[in-house]
């Protein structure tokens, strides 16, 4: 692991690190923010946090202004890239924002030549906690969240992973990718175009089926005025799926809001305590 | 006026525009933040905010975290940009990052071809403020704050004009152009080589030989692992400049923080606290 920066924040730190990466075999570049009550030896729950379409590592560091209230509630946060870069990785051959580099859309591709290195649900899932936990002042406590296609990627890996996060969250999330445009173009480029491979990773289907003794808690946040809701986001599929499999979520509807991080920094704070209340005690 | 984006933040509203300037002879962009007590009919107070080299109106809209505690405070807030931007504005020959375009240090230039266009302190104290007053729910209540290059240019424009705002407020301040390479660089391209012409632009000399009545209150931030401390910075002088002149100010330092925004959104919640005490209410 190579140290890019680091900067004091609000007690605690943000720090920007550079790994090679087995899963998407490329060097992949994440941030970490650590509580200032690491120095006292204590080891700290994490929140991942996953970004949407055209974001880096930096996007929520920089414009979330979750930091205070972070430090304050004694959480760890980790935003991983959007996607594996490099020479080396394919791109969009239009290099379109959706699709490509900045998109990975969290899963692990099946098609050539995004199968090389797009791999995010395993380097999101496995390899990168891993990394983090042999490294960073933290516990095995872990919770998700994330933003648009990142909002995707955290109900998706939540649902699928109750045993590892305690807590799931979203803003502005895609939840039914294989019936929107933006979903459909990710799902057929990288999965190919049968829509049963689909499935595993649409959150809207997963919580149809869902069938795992535990329930872990969903807070989802969205705004009325995102420009994006009704042909790309359209939270109410998801809610109505969590309805028909008797699963409470929590789903809070914003006038006037709109997709950006202006959005997401109004609302963070809650979504911090949200998480925090569900990380068990293990002092 | 030409309204360019609006976006609903912890309550508020942060909008930007474009306005034909006469000062600066060209289009200008300024962002504003609106606190939720518009709503109600409410005049508010404005902080108006003045960035550092290379930024705009956006940085700090984005990155400072500001707007949750500018909303419960009722504060308005203006972003300025930087300089004059546009085809026709002369930059700097080598296209550096410290003079011209980004860089306009807010003074009014006397040198040519700069003078036409890098007329910023006119513009900030004068022209600025009276559209913001015309066109936006605000009283005539000003505070001034700003980072790095923008906190030269708040002290200095603090300590001209304390009729006129009634808090001064500084993060990692350029305290005394007249005696650092970027200052030095900036003074003699806009107003050329007589260092008698800097003085009025220079808040350590303003300091020195201060003699209004009214002192407004100033609080300065700076981080101990700042880049530019030593060459650049050097706030002990200003300080010293005080104590001679009797003027009580407040000078923070603060261990391990750098020159970055994750500097700035650490503590500008005291900050706006400050100059909401300074206002007077007016209800």
Redesign the interface.
């Known amino acids: 692991m190579e140290l890019i920066s680091s900067?004091?924040?609000?007690?605690g730190w943000?720090k920007r690190y550079k790994h090679s990466s087995q899963t998407t075999q490329c060097d992949m570049t994440f941030a970490i923010f650590l509580p200032e009550t690491v120095n006292e030896g204590k080891k700290v729950p994490v929140l991942y946090w996953l970004s949407g379409l055209t974001c880096s590592d930096e996007n929520f560091m920089?414009?979330a202004?979750a930091?205070?209230k972070a430090n304050e509630l004694g959480i760890a946060i980790v935003a991983p890239d959007t996607s594996p870069r490099g020479e080396d990785v394919a791109d969009d051959e239009n290099a379109s924002y959706d699709f490509g580099l900045g998109a990975g859309f969290y899963v692990n591709a099946t098609q050539a030549p995004y199968n090389k290195h797009y791999q995010m649900y395993d380097y999101v899932t496995q390899e990168l906690p891993e990394l983090i936990e042999a490294h960073f002042p933290v516990n095995n406590q872990k919770a998700i969240s994330g933003h648009s296609m990142g909002g995707h990627g955290a109900l998706v890996i939540g649902l699928r992973n109750p045993d590892m996060y305690t807590s799931i969250s979203a803003f502005s999330p895609i939840v039914n990718p294989s019936n929107c445009p933006w979903g459909e173009k990710a799902f057929s480029g990288y999965l190919g175009d049968e829509p049963q491979h689909w499935q595993q990773y649409d959150a809207t289907v997963l919580m149809t089926n869902y069938d795992q003794p535990v329930k872990r808690p969903i807070l989802i946040e969205q705004?009325t005025?995102d420009q994006f809701l009704e042909a790309q986001l359209k939270p109410w599929l998801f809610k109505e799926a969590a309805e028909n499999a008797s699963y409470p979520i929590t789903l809070n509807t914003?006038d006037?809001?709109?997709h950006?991080?202006?959005?997401i920094?109004?609302f963070i704070?809650e979504h911090l305590a949200f998480h925090h209340r569900h990380f068990v005690s293990r002092d």
Chains 1, 2 share one sequence.
Request: net charge neutral; no cysteine; proline share 0%.
């Open positions: 900067n004091k924040v609000s007690n943000h920089q414009k202004g930091f205070k705004g005025e914003h006037g809001y709109d950006s991080y202006f959005f920094s109004s704070d």
